[in-house]
């Protein structure tokens, strides 16, 4: 399985609405990254969480992660419809030189 | 910055045809990342340079693949011959490092009949 897994993978939410999303993986990581594609786009870079840190905020993103448990969480408080995309988590192993990506979590904010 | 830059936008081909995918990436980023996305197989890390030495191909699918790059400023993506299987999109992104944020172009939406 993938190092990195996105839970749940789609979410339907009413605008104003908070969406979460979980991503779990397996070995230790230097970093966890999370980044929002939308329909028929390149990938675009949110966060970044490095492992020595617990939580991180950027504008309505909030990002935990949890070396114990190897998960990562993303809150997008009051959600628009323009946070209608998918969002993916990638890890760089602590031993490795590259982003593994997840499966993505697709997000669909209605008006 | 004008960020990544991909050419072609979109590709169209026949099975048995070469495809060449090009890639810009962005000025002063020494690392370049090739990957293919599909529905059936999410999103899949291909080959990726450093300081233009290629680190990693594991992800190369088979022999059909290669990639250049010969300078800081241009990478190649060549499948030959294409086959029907090959169609995906297919993405370009850099980073000051490899294990750094990484900016994606738009993409290459390869189709292969």
């Known amino acids: 399985s993938q190092q990195g897994e996105e839970d749940p993978q789609a979410l339907s939410i009413q605008e104003g609405e908070n969406a979460t999303m979980n991503c779990s993986y397996k070995?230790?990581?230097?970093?966890l990254q999370w980044y929002r594609q939308n329909s028929g786009r390149g990938l675009v870079h949110l966060i970044l969480i490095r492992s020595n840190e617990r939580e991180k905020h950027s504008g309505r993103l909030r990002v935990t992660l949890d070396t114990s448990k190897k998960s990562s969480s993303l809150l997008i408080t009051a959600s628009r419809a323009a946070d209608t995309a998918s969002y993916f988590c990638?890890?760089?192993?602590?031993?490795?030189?590259?982003?593994?990506f997840g499966g993505g979590t697709r997000v669909l904010v209605k008006p | 910055d004008a960020g990544v830059i991909q050419s072609p936008r979109h590709e169209v081909t026949e099975m048995g045809q070469e495809v060449t995918l090009r890639c810009k990436p962005i000025s002063g980023h020494n690392s370049l990342f090739w990957y293919r996305q599909t529905m059936m197989r999410g999103l899949e890390l291909l080959i990726y340079?450093?300081?233009?030495?290629?680190?990693?191909d594991s992800g190369m699918p088979e022999d059909r693949f290669s990639a250049k790059m010969p300078n800081a400023s241009f990478s190649t993506l060549k499948i030959q011959p294409s086959e029907p299987r090959d169609s995906a999109v297919y993405f370009c992104?850099?980073?000051?490092?490899?294990?750094?944020?990484?900016?994606f172009g738009p993409g290459t939406r390869l189709t292969v009949t």
């Open positions: 990638a890890t760089a192993k602590a031993a490795g030189n590259k982003l593994t």
């Open positions: 340079f450093n300081n233009n030495v290629p680190i990693d």
């Open positions: 992104a850099s980073s000051t490092e490899t294990k750094g944020e990484q900016y």
């Open positions: 070995t230790s990581i230097n970093n």
